[in-house]
């Protein structure tokens, strides 16, 4: 007896935490800190499991929605003032296919904090209401939790001072813990932005201005000098003081921006007109309109301290060199630099590190093996094509920055369609200009084409014409993340070539439907309901089954299965027309009608939004709170399927559709 109810109990224990799907991946604690006499500090700590990753506050616009926290409206400037915004932890950066664009996310836990100065002395408890987003591989989850800080409860602020990022906490010690999440992947960061800086170091060596100093340069030491080896250590030292050089230059722009400092002015419009002016300048410059010189004064003094001899002569030499090649390397190095700033941290000075190891390099290389100067290519008219194809590069690169600043403001006169009609021209071009059909100043008489420029023809004008299918929705996935996003700047969401007959025409067919009272033209223009009740009455007035669909708007995984699975030609046919679409956004921050909002019985949370009724909904019904979760229910909503969740496979989906229709139809 004892056995069979060990068992029992055992298999109910099992069978409900089984049937337990409401996710919980964030965990939130919090803690007051009282730092002077009526301020305080209230802190949010967020523990994060393993594979999934809980969203920035930063993050662009139309992006995931980022985590948020709301003060309470009838306490806020009567009760207590905020001191300046919630500040958070290091965040990390990635680029997100689906959104096309980058996104600051954290892993494994994250640290926020708010400073409050208290305006009434009987104030004992704030609340604050966080709103956020969670997402793993395969589902998303929009949570909201309301917090109340006590202030009788407050620690002492401790009087260590740490140095942080802008958008960290400055005085609690677990946002240095943060810092140490995921090391292996800073690393990676560091070790690509070193080798990127490092290949535009090299580029750079290709120019006119630096492959001439190479073979003079190491020339001179090894004739100058009173034996081999003691040129070979000045030929070294030489190309140590290049490293020194450009990684101090790295070093003052570390020390001037800070950690995230660079990073929050880069997504500015100042930052990014400015970016687009100086690479449109450095690309003419490179193009031969003109010359970025420095006053001649610069140039005789350095000259004056080459002469001086020994180790300080050696480094005026090198010194020199960034000087005079200065209208070659200072539009790379600092497209270089100012990239590698936004990364904030070390990463200026890994950058230069980088770039000038590069130019460092062949230095070192050729004093040890002098012979090889004899099998480097004799300076020519090449060096110039070189210089001309990186200004067409510096000039594409510069619609990058003007496509932000129409994005932040919303100009839309950068369509889409516009920047890739912009590199199209460009790169043609250039296709063009490397064929011999368009000459440049500077250029020397060209008689023959040789094999390497006919081949870098050939790539240019094919990566040209790869980009004209854009102009008609082509995603173009090798520059994904450099054009505006088709979702939002696009003059037209499928292309250039496409128009609407007339509202209601479908992306796949073009046939016109009457859109029903309540609905909404949904993805691919399926007629979908945004309100459960109305959907239901619809449904049962034509007699067709309901699929419901628990959505976001920033729900990532919601959109590849709709621009993936959905698009699908016999799963398309069946949501226009077999089933009755009903897609309830859970993180819809529109304002329910007064007389609608209520306390919940279920979560004890206020429920204010439509969003948060719908997730509500989904929580009680289905007992999950992940999206996108789908379900087919008859007219009276019963449910005729089980519940399925992020569904990759079009043939799983659509036989899990037809299941569901089915039993509508036999019933």
């Known amino acids: 007896m004892k056995s069979f109810l060990a068992t029992l109990i055992l298999t109910l224990v099992t069978f409900f935490n089984v049937q337990s799907q409401i996710l919980e991946p964030v965990t939130w604690t919090h803690e007051v800190k009282k730092t002077s006499e009526n301020e305080y500090e209230l802190v949010f700590k967020a523990d994060i499991e393993d594979h999934w990753h809980l969203y920035s506050q930063h993050l662009p616009e139309d992006g995931p929605l980022p985590t948020e926290f709301l003060f309470d409206s009838t306490q806020v400037d009567k009760s207590f003032k905020l001191i300046g915004k919630v500040t958070e932890s290091e965040s990390i950066t990635e680029y997100d296919k689906v959104f096309d664009m980058e996104l600051n996310f954290f892993d494994g836990e994250a640290t926020f904090a708010q400073k409050i100065e208290v305006l009434e002395n009987t104030l004992k408890t704030v609340s604050v209401e966080i709103a956020y987003q969670a997402c793993d591989d395969e589902r998303c989850i929009y949570k909201f939790k309301t917090i109340d800080f006590n202030l009788n409860n407050s620690t002492k602020a401790t009087e260590e001072k740490t140095t942080v990022s802008p958008n960290k906490t400055d005085t609690d010690k677990s946002a240095l813990e943060v810092e140490t999440i995921d090391k292996t992947e800073e690393s990676k960061g560091l070790l690509k932005i070193f080798f990127t800086a490092f290949f535009l170091g090299f580029l750079v060596l290709l120019t ?43 070093t003052a722009v570390s020390a001037l921006f800070g950690s995230n400092a660079m990073y929050e002015f880069s997504t500015g419009v100042v930052f990014n007109t400015i970016m687009f002016f100086a690479l449109v300048i450095f690309a003419f410059s490179f193009l031969g309109a003109f010359e970025i010189m420095l006053p001649n004064s610069w140039v005789n003094k350095v000259d004056q301290g080459a002469n001086k001899g020994g180790i300080l002569g050696i480094f005026f030499m090198a010194l020199a060199l960034a000087v005079v090649s200065f209208s070659c390397t200072f539009p790379i190095a600092g497209t270089a630099l100012l990239d590698a700033a936004t990364k904030g941290g070390i990463a200026p000075i890994i950058s230069m590190l980088g770039f000038s190891s590069a130019i460092a390099l062949p230095f070192a290389l050729f004093a040890f093996f002098p012979s090889w100067l004899n099998s480097m290519p004799k300076s020519g008219g090449w060096l110039n094509t070189v210089k001309v194809v990186l200004g067409f590069l510096e000039l594409a690169f510069a619609f990058k920055f003007l496509s932000m600043v129409d994005l932040v403001l919303e100009w839309h006169f950068l369509e889409r369609e516009v920047f890739i009609a912009i590199w199209i021209a460009i790169f043609g071009t250039l296709g063009l200009y490397l064929l011999g059909k368009i000459k440049l100043p500077h250029d020397s008489p060209l008689n023959h084409i040789s094999v390497g420029r006919l081949s870098l023809a050939i790539i240019t004008l094919a990566f040209t014409v790869y980009m004209i299918p854009g102009l008609w929705g082509a995603p173009l996935k090798l520059i994904s993340g450099f054009p505006p996003p088709m979702s939002t700047n696009s003059e037209s969401p499928y292309g250039v070539g496409y128009m609407k007959k007339q509202v209601g025409t479908t992306a796949t067919s073009q046939e016109v439907r009457e859109l029903p009272e309540g609905a909404h033209f949904g993805p691919h223009d399926i007629i979908a309901f945004h309100d459960y009740d109305t959907g239901l009455a619809y449904a049962k007035s034509v007699n067709k089954p309901v699929m419901l669909d628990f959505t976001g708007i920033t729900c990532v995984n919601c959109r590849k299965m709709e621009e993936q699975v959905w698009i699908n030609d016999r799963i398309f046919k069946l949501l226009n027309n077999e089933l009755v679409l009903i897609s309830l956004y859970v993180d819809d921050r529109e304002k329910l009608p007064k007389d609608e909002q209520y306390e919940s019985e279920f979560s004890g949370n206020k429920i204010r939004t439509y969003g948060q009724k ?22 009276n909503g019963n449910d005729l399927t089980k519940t399925v969740g992020y569904t990759p496979d079009a043939n799983e989906y659509f036989e899990w559709m037809m299941s569901g229709i089915t039993k509508f139809k036999d019933n």
């Open 614 to 635: 719908w997730l509500e909904f989904q929580q009680k019904r289905y007992n999950t709170n992940a999206q996108p979760l789908y379900v087919i229910q008859d007219a």
């Open 208 to 250: 006119p201005c630096v492959f001439p100093m190479i073979p003079m340069t190491v020339s001179f030491f090894t004739k100058q000098s009173k034996n081999r080896a003691s040129g070979i250590k000045n030929a070294l030292l030489y190309g140590v003081f290049i490293i020194v050089i450009y990684t101090l230059l790295g």
